[in-house]
């Protein structure tokens, strides 16, 4: 039996990257055994609907490249359907008018010191179909102003089990009889997403471990139908880096780094900041599983081959953004250069202008080893277009102006052996060991010039790629520095 997976957001603000992990880790579920991955979106709040929250959990969905093959299905259409799904539990008496007003309501927590619960002891005392006469509901329901529960047996012990957790078990007694339709007619979260699961043949319902305390009337409500039930995950909490709770948009503000992974409104997302989708999909995926082939990195397809959901850990794991550069540097490094040139415009023009397609892919080769993220194509391959604005101060000053002026100085005697930087390091060793100068402050002199610092790709082949009119450029300029 193939897999149905669905990831069914709430547009009542951006998509989180926790929202986005509950993505991913549907996604894998469903294609794991070539099965479908389907996108819902669960619009039946109006009032809390945040305008642009749907297009940009779409525009997340699209950069990240979880493909959905069904969707997005919305549920604000799908009203028919959920009256006739609530009339089934009507004529069951699985379900019921209640007419309580919000101060009814408000007056029966405050005797109970907030810990009224409408269940099958307290709704004897309220204001429902079980309490007034059939002329009375049919009367305050054509009025309107009313909700519908749903009916929790009594005293039973609803017993759950989720895949991540295993088995758990909950009294009735404890779980309120839930509103499942509203006074507008919508239906609430726990009854929509129940009824769209069957309705949709979902095998698989993969989301955060906040819904676990609502298993058991999501269960009640599979049994009021008949109906067979899902798979439930409930993955664990992305927590903050430090300190207790899950990770927030203030905690990542704090932290300088992303929540989002496009841009909302001001707040720039993983992509902005110059992160690449394999990037963070593979590092959303380690935060709650790890393979067991024991790798770091993985594409979209081998995170497809390796998931296994019994892998799944309980507990929630830190966010650590210097792990997420880490796996983003992984996948950079892996990349064709002429990938990295086109996902990086401004490098990509920088060079242009300058090299041929072949010496620009030859740059981004010897750079791809530097990168973290891609705002430093750009900062590397700038070596290779224009010479240093500035130097490292405290080198010049460790090496000595003499010294540097010694050595840039035979360079210059040496101008014939710049176009062969293999020959020019051999005949700097020796001028070294003449000089008593140490082979390492030759290097850290060149590189000054070259680059400005004291790191950076390969030397030779920099001055190699530059050629020899440039390098003598840059070393007079240097000279002329000090």
């Known amino acids: 039996m193939k897999e149905r997976a669905r990831f ?28 479908e991955f389907i996108l819902r979106i669960e619009d039946t709040d109006s009032k809390r609907t945040v305008v642009g929250a749907e297009d940009h959990i779409k525009d997340s969905l699209k950069w990240l490249g979880l493909k959905f093959d069904e969707g997005p299905i919305k549920q604000s259409s799908r009203k ?20 309580d007003s919000s ?12 810990e ?3 269940n099958y002891e307290t709704r004897k005392n309220m204001i429902n179909s079980f309490t007034v006469s059939e002329e009375e509901v049919k009367s305050r329901v054509d009025r309107g102003g009313y909700v519908i529960r749903m009916v929790i047996p009594e005293k039973e012990t609803i017993t759950v089990n989720d895949e991540i957790r295993g088995s ?30 069957h309705d949709m043949k979902i095998t698989s319902v993969v989301r955060g471990e906040e819904w676990l305390s609502s298993l058991p009337s999501h269960l009640t409500l599979y049994n009021h139908f008949g109906w067979s039930p899902p798979k439930f995950y409930h993955l664990p909490l992305i927590l903050k880096s430090t300190g207790q709770g899950k990770l927030s948009k203030r905690d990542a503000e704090e932290q300088g780094h992303p929540v989002f992974a496009v841009q909302w409104e001001e707040s720039k997302g993983f992509k902005e900041s110059g992160y690449t989708p394999e990037g963070i999909l593979n590092y959303l995926a380690l935060l709650g599983w790890k393979g067991k082939d ?35 540097h992984l996948h950079l490094r ?14 990509n023009l920088l060079l242009e202008k300058k090299y041929s397609n072949d010496i620009c892919e030859q740059i981004v080769d010897l750079i791809k080893e530097r990168l973290n993220t891609l705002f430093d194509v ?70 000054l010039c070259i680059v400005g610092g004291l790191s950076g790709p390969d030397l030779f082949k920099i001055i190699d790629i530059i050629g020899p009119e440039e390098t003598l450029h840059r070393i007079e300029s240097l000279i002329n520095k000090i």
């Open 8 to 35: 069914a957001p709430s547009p009542t603000g951006p998509l989180h990257i926790g929202g986005v992990r509950t993505a991913l880790f549907n996604y894998l579920i469903a294609k794991k055994n070539g099965g």
């Open 80 to 99: 028919s359907l959920y009256k006739k799904r609530v009339e089934e539990l009507l004529k069951k008496g699985l379900a019921y008018y209640a007419f």
């Open 103 to 114: 101060t009814e309501l408000e007056d029966a927590r405050k005797e109970s010191n907030g």
């Open 116 to 118: 009224f619960k409408y």
């Open 168 to 197: 758990l078990s909950f009294s009735s007694n404890e779980i309120e009889d839930k509103v499942i339709m509203k006074s507008d007619g919508m239906p609430t979260y726990h009854f929509a997403n129940v009824v769209d699961d």
């Open 294 to 328: 024991e790798n770091e990195k993985y594409s979209l397809d081998e995170l497809v081959n390796s998931f296994d959901s019994k892998d799944i850990n309980k507990s929630g794991a830190r966010f650590d953004i210097k792990k997420a550069v880490w796996i983003n």
């Open 334 to 347: 892996d990349f064709s250069s002429k990938k990295i040139l086109s996902l990086s415009e401004q490098a």
């Open 378 to 447: 750009e900062k590397e391959v700038f070596v290779f277009v224009s010479q240093p604005k500035n130097y490292d101060q405290d080198a010049i000053d460790k090496i000595t102006r003499n010294t540097i002026y010694n050595i840039l100085n035979f360079c210059k005697l040496k101008e014939e052996l710049i176009s062969e930087p293999l020959l020019l390091k051999e005949s700097l060793m020796a001028f070294g060991s003449e000089n008593q100068i140490s082979f390492g402050n030759i290097m850290k002199t060149l590189r």
